[in-house]
């Protein structure tokens, strides 16, 4: 009695139900097709290095659009900012980009004088969590300036996607660089692995 016992167990391990088989093959399946349907998700530097460019959609600035988004270690998004004059000259100046007579701002020649950049207002905009250590993912590889405010912050590495000025340097980005560099912030340049994210407020 107890060696029928023991065959018959044999027999199922060698040979499982064939009703188990259908269950972990529909299972597969299913895996596969969930795999397969999901493989082209953002990855974690293209979503955050999106929402950079989708904060500088809010810039109102006609010669440059550049944005900026603060990230934890633990990938949390702790500010976000784009370029954008301060709150005074942004009430006394045109959204169109003309110069205001009132003001005296040539708004459409020169705005370095006179607008926050999106490095600084995503440091300032965020929540109460310290910026130190933290990634800076930014559209535009920053200036001189935003460098400083950078490194006093604490920003363990900067992610930038272009930078505009390699072929005719500017003094203020070759002094970020010597900067950045000084402070051992690690920087690099963002390579994308899509070629473009669209949104279509329709299709969902």
């Not at 972990?24 to 397969?36: D, P, S």
């Not at 809010?58 to 990230?71: M, T, Y």
């Not at 934890?72 to 500010?79: A, V, Y």
Request: net charge positive.
């Amino acid at each position: 009695m107890g060696e029928d016992k023991r065959s018959k167990a044999q027999s199922m391990i060698i040979s499982p139900p064939a009703s188990n088989f259908i269950v972990e093959k529909e299972t597969c399946k299913i895996l596969l097709l969930f795999m397969y349907l999901r493989c082209r998700y953002l990855s974690w530097d293209d979503y955050f290095m999106a929402i950079a460019f989708l904060s500088a959609e809010r810039s109102k600035d006609p010669n440059r659009q550049v944005g900026a988004c603060l990230v934890s270690e633990k990938g949390i998004i702790l500010g976000i900012g784009y370029n954008v004059g301060s709150h005074v000259v942004a009430q006394m100046t045109s959204y169109h980009g003309l110069r205001n007579p009132r003001v005296g701002i040539p708004w459409r020649r020169s705005t370095r004088n006179y607008v926050c950049h999106a490095e600084v207002n995503a440091i300032l905009n965020r929540n109460h969590a310290s910026a130190a250590g933290q990634r800076l993912y930014v559209t535009m590889f920053p200036c001189n300036e935003c460098a400083k405010i950078i490194i006093q912050s604490g920003v363990s590495e900067v992610i930038y996607y272009v930078e505009k000025h390699l072929d005719n340097p500017d003094v203020a980005y070759v002094a970020s660089h010597k900067l950045l560099s000084m402070a051992g912030i690690k920087v690099r340049r963002h390579q994308p692995q899509m070629d473009q994210i669209l949104i279509n407020f329709y299709e969902l």
